[in-house]
């Protein structure tokens, strides 16, 4: 949505086509908004209620969209998305079809590697990875041709500005306490229970500390159950659903993000984006965004005792976090702006329909 209603419009006409889009979802305020804010901005929005993966006919809407139109260039999201994109895209003789995968997680599943390779690959015009780690795994394990793919960064807008609100006192936490924190999904991939079992050694190395998770998920109960098998109650904080993301970064000293693997996690540029020091386990396209040493501090995933230290190491060094906080700041801002990746995504378009056509 945010790519389509920042494309040049003097050069792009664009349309936004949800593929599961039922009529009770219509009626959802946030989808209500998101809708009347496409319109606005002068994107045709199309939403198709599919009731099953099998309804092949709830497909006929976008297919006589694509064929009306004559719509230049299909851009999927996602490995569903990116399926359909193709199998629709080519049937409607579309010139152009960019796939575009927000993180790699096929270990094992072979049936989405063939057809990322053999489909999707083959049959789109290029496959976009967020991350270099991303881009490797397609090219190394599924044995993708490197020329049809590309790296293209992932970026955020920048977060609004904080409202004042002192989150420290609403949540009784002393304005000097050292205080670290994530904000995501209770759910896997996310491993927020690593984090968790990284606040028993970290409560032992940095005294008083807090840790705040501000998110929700299925992974709750297991989370909470952490919490009480090592008695964390005065240290974990789980703040469930949260609409005060800016304030929340404001209160916090250190931001984590203890995952298992990740594309390029848009997370982690807020944090940047809100000059905060990160430590995140070394996975994914993280590296991408975070120098180790410069912009935080990387430690290997399942390791809560390298996790603890990595937070010790700056709650202990004010400075040198703050130091961190502000590289980060500054490089999210050069390198991972909304702007800067749609720009990325135009002169993408245009190489490729230049080529189509020629």
Known sequence: ???????????????????????????????????????????????????????????????????????????AHKFGANVWGVVMGRLARVPVIVTHEHGWAFEGERLKVFLDRELIARGGTVHVAVSRADEERMTSIEKIKPKDTVFVPNGISPLPAPSGKDVRAELGIAPDAPLTGTMGFLRYPKAIDNLVRAADPLRRMVPGVKVLIAGDGPDRPMVEAIIDELDLHDTVMLLGLRSDVPDLLAALDVAV??????????????????????????????PDLIDEGVHGLLVPRRDPEGLARAMAELLNDRERAAEMGRRGRERRAREFDIDVMVGNIENLYLDLYAKARS
Not at 31 to 56: I, P
Not at 261 to 284: R, W
Request: with cysteine.
């Open 257 to 286: 993000c203890p995952s298992d693997s990740e594309g390029s996690p848009l997370s982690i540029m807020e944090y940047m984006d809100a000059g905060l020091p990160v430590v995140s386990t070394n996975v994914g396209g993280v």
């Open 1 to 75: 949505m945010q790519i389509a209603q920042r494309l040049d419009p003097a050069r792009f006409e664009s349309y936004v086509c949800a593929t599961r889009f039922s009529e009770e979802e219509r009626t959802r305020p946030t989808v209500e908004h998101a809708v009347r804010q496409m319109e606005e901005s002068g994107v045709t929005f199309l939403g198709l209620d599919r009731s099953s993966k099998f309804d092949l006919m709830a497909w006929r809407p976008l297919y006589q969209l694509m064929r009306r139109e004559r719509i230049d260039v299909v851009h």
